[in-house]
């Protein structure tokens, strides 16, 4: 079955503090994996994408690692910002071939306190 | 250019009652579509509009209906709410055969069914 898992379900650090949120996956075959930014109340924003022969991608303060051998991701967090308080969602595109769904994780909801 | 417009942002229903969540967008996708996000839980597709004249049904069609008016517009109807609808909806677009295939999302709406 094909599903993504995210650890830990919530987070809270200090302002200025580093943080780093997991992803596993078990969709095979896929074409791309890509992290959302989701702000209390808004829709999901793109951070970063990558597709299955990329293994790192920044994008600001947000750094994005793929390892497709072990079916996981990872988001670094640096410096963190009140503003990075958040919900952070990891999603696994199927191949096209296998009809291009996307599956979602659930979420690792990230609170930045001063 | 607005992106993923979503009406309305709240809406509170009895039992039994109808309404329509209304979509729209300006990026001249191709794809739309509609998803509901629970507590805990992932996104759920539960209607894709792949082009113009098209729609299929997702992971959780069951008591809604959608109608792809036009390139820009994607409407989901719940014809007799129930209490297991209340969740928040988001429509999302994308243009596809595009090797990153990014989903943009609307803002979302917040239906609660009493």
């Known amino acids: 079955k094909n599903q993504v898992e995210q650890s830990p379900q919530s987070l809270i650090i200090l302002e200025g503090k580093n943080c780093t949120l997991q992803?596993?996956?078990?969709?095979?075959?896929?074409?791309?994996l890509r992290w959302y930014k989701q702000d209390t109340g808004r829709g999901p924003v793109s951070l970063t994408i990558?597709?299955?022969?990329?293994n790192t991608k920044s994008n600001g303060r947000y750094t994005a690692t793929l390892d497709a051998d072990t079916k996981q991701s990872s988001l670094h967090i640096t410096a963190s910002q009140l503003s990075d308080s958040a919900s952070y969602i990891c999603?696994?595109?199927?191949?096209?071939?296998?009809?291009?769904?996307?599956?979602f994780g659930q979420g690792t909801e990230l609170s930045v306190k001063p | 250019n607005a992106g993923v417009t979503q009406t309305p942002k709240f809406q509170v229903l009895k039992t039994g009652q109808s309404m329509t969540l209304q979509c729209a967008q300006d990026?001249?996708?191709?794809?739309m579509y509609w998803y509901r996000q629970d507590p805990g839980m992932g996104l759920r597709l539960i209607y894709y509009s792949a082009s113009e004249g098209t729609t299929d049904k997702g992971e959780v069609p069951n008591g809604y209906n959608v109608s792809r008016l036009n390139k820009r517009e994607f409407s989901l109807r719940l014809e007799s709410a129930a209490p297991s609808q209340t969740s928040v909806y988001f429509c999302a677009s994308n243009r596809v055969r595009t090797p990153y295939n990014e989903q943009f999302f609307g803002p979302g709406t917040r239906l609660t069914v009493l």
């Open positions: 992803c596993n996956y078990t969709v095979s075959p896929f074409s791309n």
């Open positions: 999603v696994v595109t199927l191949a096209e071939n296998q009809g291009g769904k996307l599956i």
């Open positions: 990026m001249n996708h191709n794809s």
């Open positions: 990558m597709t299955f022969s990329e």
